[in-house]
């Protein structure tokens, strides 16, 4: 497509030569000539400029260049529209590979694909244009939406709910039991955990996270929320709609998460808190009690990030000051 | 079985009509007609008798209800006692489905049932009534104890031990290589990991952990052990007996935790230090030196819990009253 | 081999009786006669002379014993020297199992043997003398180096290329999506994933580690370098040359590491800095911006390790002396 026809498609002012054939898209580092990329910063149209790049998309913020540009509201945003009209979704066709083993009474259905090695035990059910990759194991009476994606080793544990368009790395466990003990004296018995995982449409999940059904009411993550890798999302937890989940967090037993929440990698929440709509939680936090809603926190424990950061100040303050405050606490305690 | 008979079981005391009839087990959100649920506190009641659940099993503590109660010492581990009455564990035949590849070598005892895509290789020893579900593979001359169950997509390399009753959850990983080198120069070769890995009885494994086999001794995990999700336990650490170790916890290697230790999730130890029985470390804790048996520790470094919350409540305070000593330190400075 | 021998082949010093043949190597706890073992201190020694070893690798620190000796620079490396001579490595003869699934349009090389349920994907290259083991998965276009070892139940995604000599252990994938969303008003759009994870030759990965793909540019993992289990290294990250990455460590998109950093377990980086050669970072540090090469850095957010122990320090004497602080602080506001 030309420059021009692209600047229409994402609604961008086209500026310099927009005859120019665009015929793929790329990062800065590999731009070649023929691409398009994006830059949001003088620096990155800097890097465009020296590059053989043939067009770049920006917003109205930054300098004229010697590229041809397509000026837009959010250039990122932009690219992916670009990407997603030059790359068509490679669609499959039905397909059950020779060492699949699909149980006789599970239901497929149309264009489903399944990879070699592939196990779905008794009473599955499968929906439309479904791709189960090399290897993964989907065990009694769990239900897969349609054009969901699993990638290969990955295990459902039975009973699991997937919605539609629900994209599964690579070794994801969903559906593992909780970790539910009674004490009683010395010993200490597993409790049953008889509940469900229940996965909304447009979930993605990060290669080896893992999601534990519930003990007696179900795990549910909500449409929409996107989960790094290496998560735990423990028993009974509630995860709201449009959420992001950065890589290695851990979430407690039995704790809420409202919508649009947002964790930074390797945080962690407690159990049986709830955590409000739109919180922001910064990397490595640790969440002790229920958040507010829209609140910005940070911390071991998770406090308001303002805090945090003044009590960090201070602390550094009278480290500086350390000979000070010593002298004037030996006069002051005589 | 009847209220009354349930009483018997569980050795509590019946309260309003024992005669109704029990079949099923569930917690309050999801009660039916006909189920026994638990309740801990006045909430859980309340909830329960807004219900159409038929029974409730509580202890003495709490009030009268609308609902037939039972009351009981320990309403959770009651609850447990009739699950296990009324469901009886799976039970499988011995079975080996054509496509797992069982070498000619290994002992499979009775009752085994090993599934689709499963490699049992060389020299393997399998217990009775042992499960071992899709895609896991045994690597040569392990052992895996009676009534043991390895969910799908599980990696056990050679010559790693597993007791009794031992459940691993999916993709768990047992025996990998520890992280063993040694620098000459700019160079790192990889030391030998020519240890094992010991599972004593009743341990449980929660999916994607990760427990690496011995340098030069062996990793042993005590019996009624529980270990959760995405834990990695290092080379040559010797975990106890009734030890919890919640979710993404890591023990470095050669560490040795006593018996009955609590790890609160997404705490860490390092190498080479021992942690006495009964010790309770709290979640998101950095532990870094040799911990007391029956200390109750948090922080990063972690210390006995009461410093740890007096020096938050410390550094609040100063925060707070950051300007009084501001004032004072430039009096007292001059 | 003798004592005498295996002096010479260390280039260290004979120390007592060197006509005694060694037939293994071992730890302390599990020393046989015939065993040579290594101690690094006088403790380690005293060990060593109250078991049944038949020789001990020590440097010239340590005292004369009862046991013979040879004396060398470094003990453990002289252990390795003399294991790598005892064991020579597993040579496997070209071999795929029935069950495995390769794709004819694979390369595969010389001497490569290819485990039950293994699947290769078209347009996959495998070097000479890899191993691949059972069930893992290696899809389209992705390139193996010669010598190269794959534990069970790994997944490679498309288009990854690993050198030689490369070990990557169970549970373990390489070239999953990255964590990259563009957000338009309520929704979340997932941004396209166009790179691909290079990893060089000698590089060892731990069980169940994820590396992302690159989302416009490559993630790259240098020659040499060493990560341990259950880390997440992010897209776009480029991790230099003989690097230590223990367990449980997080990465985030598009940082940079220089050679020879050391990331102690449970570390973090946040997104887009640059940390410098030689760098080494404390057990569960959160590196919140670049770090000059040869810093030693410890803590949330990490910061020089004498500054961090120095404010730890301060808060502890601030705290034991709260009331001294309290009274002249009512004394100065009056």
Redesign the interface.
Known sequence: MKIKELAILVKGVAEGDDEIDITG??????ARLGDI?FAVDEAHLTSAEKSDVSCVLTDDMLRKSTKPLIRVK?P??SF?II?NKL?TAESKNAFV?A?A?VSTSAHVGNNVWI???V?VEDGVTIGDHVII???S?V?KNSKIGSFSHI???V?L?ENVKLGKNV?L???V?IG??G?G??K?G???????Q??SVIIEDNV?I???T?V?RG???DTVIGA?T?I???C?I?HNVKVGK?V?I???C?I?GSTVLGN?VTMG??A?A?DNITIGDNVIIG??S?V?GNIEKNSVVWG??ARPIA?TK???A??????K??K??S???K???T
Chains 1, 2, 3 share one sequence.
Request: proline content about 4%; charged content about 15%; glycine content about 12%.
């Open positions: 898209l790329s990062g800065i580092e590999s990329t959010n990122k945003l992916l990407y790359h590979h060492t083993v990879g070699p090695g196990v990759e090399s290897n194991v065990k990638f290969p080793n295990t544990y994209i790395h690579a070794g466990v593992s039991d970790f003990y009674v009683d010395g010993t200490i018995y597993k409790f049953p008889l509940g993605e990060g290669a080896n893992t534990d003990s007696l009411s929409g996107k790094d890798n290496i735990q423990a449009n992001l950065a890589a290695q851990g407690s649009n990698g390797q962690g407690v990397a490595k640790a002790i071991i424990p805090n003044r009590q960090m201070v602390l550094s303050w009278l480290t000051n350390s000070t405050l002298k004037m606490m006069v002051g305690s």
